[in-house]
């Protein structure tokens, strides 16, 4: 058996290939033994940590990083359950950031935004509620109705709201997907946007939703 399947630990229903294999990776001296009165204690030797880890993946750029699922990183607050899904326009380096948007549980409704690449949180969108007037959502709604009027605009003027509103530009997509989808804004395809005649709701006297 060779190096690379030894380490991969490819199935069997040969209890002798499977022996094999274990004498194989001592020979080559990738074990540290220690033999105790309950049996053997086996752990690698640090030393050669990479050499395993080549033997494993030849290409570390294709590793899959060990992590906990995305929804154990969700706020328990939250519905671990997305009310919207969307995925980053361009591409970095083979990968597409995934965008999804999670309703509070309780009390005024809450929106969070959580990016992610392949499963791993990288980032999080506190957007707010539309009746919170100094929450992200409701700031852009006010913001576009002072610049823009009912006239069409670029998804890249989103960036004169302000720096409080576009942050380090994750923002913007996430403000604009969320609009689009409660009704704020159509989206009129090609990067550009125009608002609708809804309004902004006032505080504990109506719902809001996407119709």
Do not use: C
């Not at 009912?150 to 530009?169: C, P, Q, S, T, W």
């Not at 090609?190 to 609708?196: F, I, L, Q, V």
């Amino acid at each position: 058996m060779s190096r690379e399947d030894s380490m991969k630990g490819i199935a069997t229903s040969e209890k002798g290939e499977s022996t094999k294999a274990y004498d194989d990776l001592r020979k080559w001296g990738f074990l540290k033994i220690k033999r105790t009165g309950y049996g053997e204690q086996v752990s690698i030797f640090p030393n050669m940590l990479k050499d395993v880890q080549a033997l494993l993946n030849p290409n570390p750029q294709t590793v899959v990083k060990d992590g906990p699922p995305l929804e154990y990183s969700i706020d328990p607050e939250f519905d671990v359950n997305p009310f919207l899904t969307t995925y980053a326009d361009k591409v970095i380096n083979g990968k597409r950031g995934k965008y999804t948007y999670h309703r509070s549980l309780v009390g005024p409704e809450r929106i969070k935004a959580y990016v992610s690449v392949e499963g791993e949180k990288i980032y999080i969108i506190n957007l707010g509620s539309f009746y919170e007037r100094d929450s992200l959502l409701a700031k852009a709604v006010t913001r576009i109705d002072e610049k823009f009027g009912n006239r069409a605009f670029a998804k890249a003027e989103m960036y004169d709201l302000g720096r409080d509103i576009v942050g380090n530009k994750q923002p913007v997509k996430a403000i604009l997907d969320v609009l689009v989808f409660y009704n704020y804004l159509i989206d009129l395809k090609e990067g550009y946007y125009k608002r609708t005649t809804k309004q902004l709701p006032k505080s504990g006297l109506e719902d809001f939703s996407s119709e």
